[in-house]
C-alpha cells in the first residue's frame, strides 16, 4: 500500500538525488575531463563528437529542472536515452561499476531510476506544482 501522506517526499528526495547527479556528471565533463576530452571520449566507442556537447547540455539543464522541479516527469523521460548510451558504451567492461572504465550497472541503475521519477511525478516542493497551486486558489 502507498503512503499517500510520504509519498511526496520521496518523490522529492528522488528528483533532488537525480538532479544533484546529473549536474555533477555535467560539471565533470567541463571542469575535469573538459568538453574537447570528452568529445574524444564519446568517438572513441563509435559516437558522434558532437553529442558529448548535447549530452553536457542536457545533463545541466535538466539536472537544474528536476532540483526545481519544472516538467519533471518530461525531463526524466528525456534524459533516459541519455543513461541507456552510457551503459552500452560500459557494457563491454562489465556489470561492476568500479571496475576499470567503469560497468553498466550505476547508467543502467539511473535509467530505471528517472523511469521512476517520471512515474512518480514531481514530488513535493517542486516549483512547477507550487505554481499551479497558486493559480488554482480562490482570490
Known sequence: MINTNTAPYAALLLRLGLGVMFIAHALLKLVVFTLPGTVKFFETPGY????????????????????????????????????????????????????????WEYPVFLAIASAVQALLGDGARALRASAASLVRQPA
Open 48 to 103: 558522434p563528437g558532437f553529442l558529448a556537447y548535447v549530452v553536457f547540455g542536457a545533463e545541466l539543464v535538466g539536472g537544474v529542472l528536476l532540483v526545481l522541479g519544472v516538467y519533471t516527469h518530461w525531463v526524466s523521460l528525456a534524459l533516459i536515452p541519455i543513461l541507456i548510451g552510457a551503459a552500452m558504451v560500459h557494457i563491454p567492461d562489465g556489470w561492476i561499476f568500479s571496475v576499470p572504465n567503469g560497468g
